[in-house]
């Protein structure tokens, strides 16, 4: 049976970007799969860019909150903290001994991290190698990732295989990115990749006077009122095409072409639609929020289902080392 795998950082409260274009899908896909799925919430890794305590709790619980306000069924897969599962950084410590020094220098990532920030501490460095023993600890064979993500995917891979080549084994399972045929890139508010870097993000959880603020601001071009207008790369379309049905759609690409609309107008259809679209994820959300006990049980829960298949594939490695 294939066994599929992938983490969120808890880096922040999960964006419209995220859930669209990571969450739900990996949702999806799970229902369609034998729920053979193990999902994480990666917060040793996110150890590299944030430093509070308070932040890091937090998001971990959001993270974990969105997961299971928009469906996810972690009775029948796993839902865990990366944390709760030490086994991960024994298995780290052996795999960085078979990574080569270049493999982590010529990395897309650690060289834009690099650049970018002013904290390039060795976690950003050997973060591939954690991530490879996140996907290899589980024997995963899938990891459902955006585009900028299969570069570790094949870090991982390539690790696994020196290791296995170096013991004449086929211990390590070799994972596969998995990532969907159209993977969308959501648009934020200024019209580029919606990211929490860029501050451009719509954080669906934000409560509807904000929210609605957020969505106000979203840029459009200087067309006056009366003039018709063009759907295409327009942001407050697009995010309302993804969220509305065909018909619905359909029916403001009439308006926008009518002319005598303006986009305040189309931004508070998008809000009305956002509104509808996500109050029962919202509910859900706000109600796992307010008692974070539940979540952490639910996280406990599947870190102890995750713990026995760490354990078994860790008690196949170790042997082969000597350990
Ligand atoms: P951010 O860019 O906000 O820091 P992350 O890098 O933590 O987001 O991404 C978490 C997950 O969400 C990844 O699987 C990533 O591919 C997906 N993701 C992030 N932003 C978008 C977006 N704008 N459109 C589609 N998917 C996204
Ligand atoms: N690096 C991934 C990201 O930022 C998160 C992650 C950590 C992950 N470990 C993983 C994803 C293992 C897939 C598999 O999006």
Redesign the pocket.
């Known amino acids: 049976m294939a066994r599929y ?5 808890s880096s922040g409260i999960p964006h419209l970007g995220n859930i669209l274009g990571a969450i739900k899908p990996a949702i999806e896909f799970s229902k369609n799969l034998n729920n053979d799925c193990l999902f994480f919430i ?1 917060d040793y ?1 996110s150890l590299t860019t944030i430093k509070s305590a308070e932040e890091r709790i937090k998001n971990i619980r959001s993270v974990a909150a969105t997961w299971i306000a928009f469906g996810f069924d972690y009775n029948k897969n796993i839902l865990f903290r ?1 944390s709760d599962v030490k086994e991960v950084l024994e298995l780290m410590w052996i795999l960085n001994c078979f990574t080569p020094f270049p493999m982590l220098a010529n990395a897309h990532s650690f060289k834009d991290k690099s650049d970018k920030l002013s904290d390039v501490n060795a976690g950003l460095f050997t ?1 591939p190698v ?2 490879a023993a ?2 290899l600890l589980y024997d995963a064979q899938f ?1 459902p ?2 585009k ?2 299969i570069q ?2 094949e870090i991982a891979r390539d690790i696994a295989s020196i290791f296995n080549g170096t013991y004449q084994t086929s211990s390590f399972v070799l994972p596969e990115a998995a990532v969907q045929a159209e993977a969308m890139t959501i648009p934020g508010t200024d019209g580029g990749k919606m990211s929490k870097s860029y501050g451009n993000f719509i954080d669906i959880y934000l409560e509807e006077k904000a929210l609605r603020k957020v969505i106000m601001s979203i840029k459009t071009d200087s067309t006056p009122l009366e003039l018709p207008k063009n759907t295409e790369g327009d942001t407050t379309f697009k995010l309302y095409s993804l969220l509305a049905s065909e018909e619905e759609t359909n029916h403001l690409k009439k308006l926008y072409e009518n002319g005598n609309f303006g986009y305040g107008n189309a931004k508070q259809m998008l809000f009305d639609k956002i509104m509808e679209h996500f109050k029962e994820a919202r509910d859900a959300y706000f109600e796992l929020m307010a008692h974070p006990e539940k979540i952490d049980e639910i996280l406990w829960v599947g870190a102890q289902k995750a713990s026995k298949i760490a354990q078994t594939v860790l008690t196949r490695i170790k042997p082969l080392v000597g350990f």
């Open positions: 795998l992938t983490g969120i950082q990666a890794h990366q973060y954690l991530m996140d996907i990891v990732v955006g900028d993500q570790h995917i």
